[in-house]
């Protein structure tokens, strides 16, 4: 061949692959419409345990026809705080199992009973359904399009490669046998070619497309048996590369998540290259009481065996990796560690633009981000009571500056979980509940930004205090001890009923403290009046530790509007709550009405 052919070839080869994976994607896309949200509800709700999540992951995957697809979905869910990582590493070894349907799909319709002549005819019925109303006929028509396409390219990828007759190329067949010794492919050569998939993979991004090629060369005679194994066997670490670089921009479980698919599959690799003579000999074996022929010596044999290769090895892969879930966590943990320092810096840990967007998803998002929020502003608070007891200056001053960091972080939190909640408002489709839901939240945000101010107060009060130097009594001391305490048992209410369904929180014992924190305050505000008739303190002394319980008083308000916005309570002390004043909820409401 001249070089111009050999351009040529690979341009019309690649043009091929091009129209299988549009094929491909058109199709998942489409019976991902027309499953809805029936496949996210079933990922979400039916993997409490691992053997739940691997069928849940396999039946996902052989329905939308893309492990990608469903390794992305998972890795989103647990960026999204809906699945653990344990069930998340057994959807994911379901999805490995579910992608083998593909390889069968290509082995029988398009190489053994060639239903590519069937395509044009598929993608004209697939055209007639899009043109229709009905949008689930619309969707099934884009299926079938999709489903005409694929095998089209398929079509085409035989053609050219078959057009080559490498079969009867002497440079070519000694080139292939080159790579074997006494008629095997050595572990150096094996180890190459599963790289050479890999690459492959990570490239074009979708294993079915190097399953493709890798099927349609060996049904030519381009690659002999063992060759192709080992190019499905890289292609299947290659796959990995997608979810990971979907958790390039989540949270530190959605990393990990991601982490765990490359581990099973590695390790998979890596068990099956220790057997793999033993291993290739069982499946020419069952090849031969299945189809009659050896893909040693048959051509027409293997893309039927390296399809049944691929099924043992994902389905015996799982069997022996689903004993050693815990292990494959602790590993992905143990790549992906969450800095101690971790709640020091700004990072919104569940929203991210870059993940699938579903209504219910994105507000438990939203849920879990407050949580976090929750969490930096009792962090925050635990500060207070140090910074008034801490004598050294250099520790003083270093826990000084992180209550003012923790204060620019509550800031940036507050605006970017509204800004998140607001926008997801604006989109539309949202049920009454979740509106109410995201009004809630919205109410709860702006309380946990008042918390961290109120905090922020009592750091510059004590600084104030101590520029002043003015020094508490031990009964002052005692008295803000009394206070501090009740009020971080508010706020442990407070932690709790935000971590827990907003269905099934109840008011009482968030009201009930709260009744004790004011019971506090005004005690101590009788006391402070009293010992001042007395002068037990200055006046000047008197004014800061009156100014703190005041303050602390105002957390415990905060703390009780956020129980109340949680169960939705018409009685609120907030009555900025209850006033006229607009939110932007409402106003995009009002302007959708």
């Given at each position: 061949?001249s070089n111009?052919e050999?351009?040529w070839?690979?341009?019309?080869?690649?043009?091929a692959?091009?129209?299988?994976l549009?094929g491909?994607k058109?199709?998942?896309?489409?019976?991902q419409?027309?499953a809805?949200?029936?496949l996210r509800n079933?990922?979400?709700?039916?993997t409490?345990?691992?053997?739940k999540?691997?069928l849940t992951?396999a039946?996902?995957?052989?329905?939308?026809q893309?492990s990608s697809?469903?390794?992305v979905?998972?890795?989103?869910?647990?960026?999204?705080g809906?699945?653990?990582l344990?069930?998340?590493?057994?959807?994911?070894?379901?999805?490995?199992?579910g992608?083998?349907i593909?390889?069968?799909?290509?082995?029988?319709?398009?190489?053994?009973y060639?239903?590519a002549?069937?395509a044009?005819?598929v993608?004209g019925?697939g055209f007639?359904g899009?043109?229709l109303?009905n949008?689930?006929?619309?969707n099934?028509?884009e299926?079938?399009?999709?489903?005409g396409?694929l095998?089209l390219?398929?079509?085409f990828m035989?053609?050219?490669?078959?057009?080559?007759?490498?079969?009867?190329n002497?440079?070519?067949?000694q080139?292939i046998?080159?790579?074997?010794?006494d008629?095997?492919t050595?572990?150096?050569?094996?180890?190459?070619?599963v790289g050479?998939?890999?690459?492959?993979?990570?490239a074009?991004q979708?294993?079915?497309?190097t399953m493709a090629?890798t099927?349609?060369l060996?049904?030519q005679?381009?690659?002999?048996?063992e060759i192709?194994?080992?190019?499905?066997m890289g292609?299947n670490?290659?796959?990995?590369?997608t979810?990971?670089?979907?958790?390039t921009?989540g949270?530190?479980?959605?990393?990990?998540?991601?982490?765990s698919?490359l581990i099973?599959?590695?390790?998979?690799?890596i068990?099956?290259l220790?057997?793999?003579?033993?291993?290739?000999?069982g499946?020419?074996e069952?090849?031969i009481?299945l189809?009659?022929?050896s893909?040693?010596t048959s051509i027409?044999?293997i893309?039927i065996?390296?399809?049944?290769f691929h099924?043992?090895f994902?389905?015996l892969?799982?069997?022996v990796l689903?004993?050693?879930?815990?292990k494959i966590?602790?590993?992905?943990k143990?790549?992906?560690?969450r800095?101690?320092?971790?709640?020091d810096?700004?990072k919104?840990?569940?929203i991210?633009?870059g993940?699938?967007?579903?209504?219910e998803?994105?507000?438990?998002?939203?849920k879990k981000e407050?949580q976090?929020f929750?969490k930096?502003?009792v962090?925050m608070?635990?500060?207070?009571?140090?910074?008034?007891?801490?004598?050294?200056?250099?520790?003083y001053?270093?826990?000084l500056k992180r209550?003012?960091h923790?204060e620019?972080?509550?800031?940036k939190m507050?605006?970017?979980?509204?800004n998140?909640?607001t926008k997801?408002?604006?989109?539309?489709?949202?049920?009454a509940?979740?509106?109410?839901?995201?009004?809630?939240?919205?109410?709860i945000?702006?309380?946990l930004e008042?918390i961290?101010d109120?905090?922020?107060?009592?750091?510059k009060?004590i600084?104030?205090?101590?520029?002043?130097?003015i020094?508490f009594?031990?009964e002052i001391r005692?008295?803000?001890?009394?206070m501090f305490?009740?009020v971080?048992?508010?706020?442990e209410?407070m932690?709790?009923?935000?971590?827990?369904d907003y269905?099934?929180?109840?008011?009482?014992?968030a009201l009930d403290k709260e009744?004790q924190i004011?019971?506090t305050?005004?005690?101590?505000?009788d006391?402070?009046?009293e010992?001042?008739?007395n002068?037990i303190?200055?006046?000047?002394t008197?004014i800061?530790y009156?100014?703190?319980y005041?303050?602390?008083e105002?957390?415990?308000d905060?703390?009780i509007?956020?129980?109340?916005?949680i169960?939705n309570a018409?009685?609120t002390k907030d009555?900025s709550?209850?006033s006229?004043n607009r939110?932007?909820?409402d106003e995009?409401e009002?302007?959708?009405?």
């Amino acid at each position: 061949m001249s070089n111009w052919e050999i351009i040529w070839f690979i341009i019309r080869l690649l043009g091929a692959l091009a129209l299988f994976l549009f094929g491909m994607k058109y199709m998942s896309e489409a019976m991902q419409r027309l499953a809805g949200e029936k496949l996210r509800n079933t990922l979400a709700t039916f993997t409490s345990n691992r053997f739940k999540a691997i069928l849940t992951g396999a039946l996902i995957t052989a329905t939308v026809q893309s492990s990608s697809a469903t390794t992305v979905m998972v890795v989103s869910f647990v960026n999204a705080g809906v699945l653990n990582l344990s069930n998340a590493i057994g959807v994911i070894m379901g999805a490995n199992i579910g992608t083998t349907i593909t390889a069968w799909l290509i082995s029988l319709l398009s190489i053994k009973y060639n239903i590519a002549a069937l395509a044009i005819p598929v993608i004209g019925a697939g055209f007639i359904g899009i043109m229709l109303r009905n949008k689930k006929i619309k969707n099934l028509g884009e299926f079938a399009i999709g489903f005409g396409l694929l095998f089209l390219g398929l079509t085409f990828m035989q053609d050219y490669v078959k057009s080559l007759n490498l079969e009867q190329n002497e440079s070519f067949l000694q080139f292939i046998a080159s790579f074997a010794a006494d008629g095997h492919t050595g572990l150096g050569s094996l180890l190459l070619f599963v790289g050479i998939g890999t690459l492959l993979t990570m490239a074009l991004q979708a294993s079915a497309a190097t399953m493709a090629l890798t099927i349609v060369l060996c049904s030519q005679g381009a690659i002999p048996f063992e060759i192709a194994v080992a190019l499905v066997m890289g292609e299947n670490i290659g796959t990995t590369i997608t979810a990971n670089l979907a958790a390039t921009v989540g949270n530190s479980a959605a990393k990990q998540a991601a982490r765990s698919h490359l581990i099973f599959n590695l390790l998979g690799v890596i068990w099956v290259l220790a057997i793999f003579n033993f291993f290739i000999k069982g499946i020419d074996e069952l090849t031969i009481t299945l189809d009659g022929q050896s893909p040693y010596t048959s051509i027409a044999a293997i893309p039927i065996a390296l399809s049944l290769f691929h099924s043992c090895f994902n389905i015996l892969n799982t069997s022996v990796l689903v004993w050693f879930v815990p292990k494959i966590e602790y590993l992905s943990k143990y790549m992906v560690r969450r800095k101690k320092d971790d709640d020091d810096v700004f990072k919104l840990e569940y929203i991210n633009a870059g993940f699938v967007r579903v209504d219910e998803l994105a507000v438990e998002s939203a849920k879990k981000e407050i949580q976090v929020f929750a969490k930096r502003a009792v962090r925050m608070y635990e500060f207070i009571p140090q910074l008034l007891d801490l004598k050294d200056t250099k520790d003083y001053n270093n826990l000084l500056k992180r209550i003012e960091h923790y204060e620019e972080i509550s800031d940036k939190m507050e605006y970017e979980i509204a800004n998140y909640l607001t926008k997801l408002a604006a989109e539309g489709g949202l049920s009454a509940p979740t509106a109410t839901r995201i009004r809630g939240m919205l109410r709860i945000v702006d309380n946990l930004e008042s918390i961290a101010d109120q905090n922020y107060q009592l750091a510059k009060m004590i600084d104030l205090k101590n520029d002043k130097k003015i020094w508490f009594t031990p009964e002052i001391r005692t008295h803000l001890s009394e206070m501090f305490e009740v009020v971080r048992q508010g706020l442990e209410i407070m932690v709790k009923n935000l971590n827990m369904d907003y269905k099934i929180v109840e008011i009482k014992e968030a009201l009930d403290k709260e009744n004790q924190i004011n019971d506090t305050r005004n005690r101590l505000r009788d006391n402070h009046l009293e010992d001042l008739k007395n002068n037990i303190y200055t006046y000047q002394t008197g004014i800061f530790y009156s100014g703190m319980y005041a303050l602390l008083e105002k957390i415990g308000d905060h703390i009780i509007n956020i129980s109340e916005a949680i169960v939705n309570a018409k009685y609120t002390k907030d009555e900025s709550l209850l006033s006229n004043n607009r939110t932007e909820l409402d106003e995009i409401e009002d302007e959708k009405n």
